[in-house]
T-cell receptor
C-alpha cells in the first residue's frame, strides 16, 4: 500500500514570499490532516478535512495560511506571505474515517521542510 | 537530515538495556493514547496505543502503561536496539466527534552501542 505522499521535500523562501505544499493521502482515506512541526516540538494540528469539508481549523493562522482539498482527495496548504516563524516541517496525515475514537489507519507523510530566510 | 530532537529531553540507554520514556498529559477528557516514533527526516510512525479503560498494553518489545489518576503515560522498550534511536512522542485523542490527535513533548532516545 502506498503511503501518504508529500511534495516538495524541502523549500527555502524569503520572508513575505508565498509557498504551497501538496499532499496525496492514502487511497480511500476520507480524513486528511495538516500539521506544523517546529524544530524541537511535537506536531501541531493546523487543519483537518473530512472528505472535502473542513472539520477543524481552529489553530490555522487564517490571515496567512489557507488549505483546500478539492474533490476530497489531494490537498494543498498555502502560506502567503511567509514569516520567519513559519520555518518548520509541514506534515500531512490521513486516516480512513473520523469520529471513531480509535485511529483508523492514521498515517503520516514524511513532510515538507520549510525554511524562511 | 536535521534532527527533530535538537531541543528535546534526551534519554541515553546502553544497547540491550530496557528504556522507559515518560509522558504527562493534561486533558482528563482524552480517552485514547498513542506513542509515536519519529526518525530524522520522517513523519511520526505509530508504535502502540492504549484506551483509557486499560492500564497496560503490550506489543512486540514495547509496553505502554497508563495511570489516569496522575495523567501519566509511559513507554517501555525491552532490549533496546540501535534502530530504536529516534524521538518518541506521546499523543492523545481528544474526545469530541472527530479524531484529533494532540501531541505532547517528545523525548529523544539515544542508544549507545
Amino acid at each position: 500500500e502506498a503511503g501518504v505522499a508529500q511534495s516538495p521535500r524541502y523549500k527555502i523562501i524569503e520572508k513575505r514570499q508565498s509557498v504551497a505544499f501538496w499532499c496525496n493521502p492514502i487511497s480511500g482515506h476520507a480524513t486528511l490532516y495538516w500539521y506544523q512541526q517546529i524544530l524541537g516540538q511535537g506536531p501541531k494540528l493546523l487543519i483537518q478535512f473530512q472528505n472535502n469539508g473542513v472539520v477543524d481549523d481552529s489553530q490555522l493562522p487564517k490571515d496567512r495560511f489557507s488549505a483546500e482539498r478539492l474533490k476530497g482527495v489531494d490537498s494543498t496548504l498555502k502560506i502567503q506571505p511567509a514569516k520567519l516563524e513559519d520555518s518548520a516541517v509541514y506534515l500531512c496525515a490521513s486516516s480512513l474515517r473520523a469520529g471513531q475514537g480509535m485511529l483508523d489507519g492514521y498515517t503520516f507523510g514524511s513532510g515538507t521542510r520549510l525554511t524562511v530566510v | 537530515g536535521e534532527s527533530v530532537g535538537l531541543h528535546l529531553p534526551t534519554l541515553s540507554v546502553q544497547e540491550g538495556d530496557n528504556s522507559i520514556i515518560n509522558c504527562a498529559y493534561s486533558n482528563s477528557a482524552s480517552d485514547y493514547f498513542i506513542w509515536y516514533k519519529q526518525e530524522s527526516g520522517k513523519g511520526p510512525q505509530f508504535i502502540i496505543d492504549i484506551r483509557s479503560n486499560m492500564d497496560k498494553r503490550q506489543g512486540q518489545r514495547v509496553t505502554v502503561l497508563l495511570n489516569k489518576t496522575v495523567k501519566h503515560l509511559s513507554l517501555q522498550i525491552a532490549a533496546t536496539q540501535p534502530g530504536d534511536s529516534a524521538v518518541y512522542f506521546c499523543a492523545e485523542n481528544v474526545v469530541g466527534g472527530y479524531q484529533k490527535v494532540t501531541f505532547g513533548t517528545g523525548t529523544k532516545l539515544q542508544v549507545i552501542p
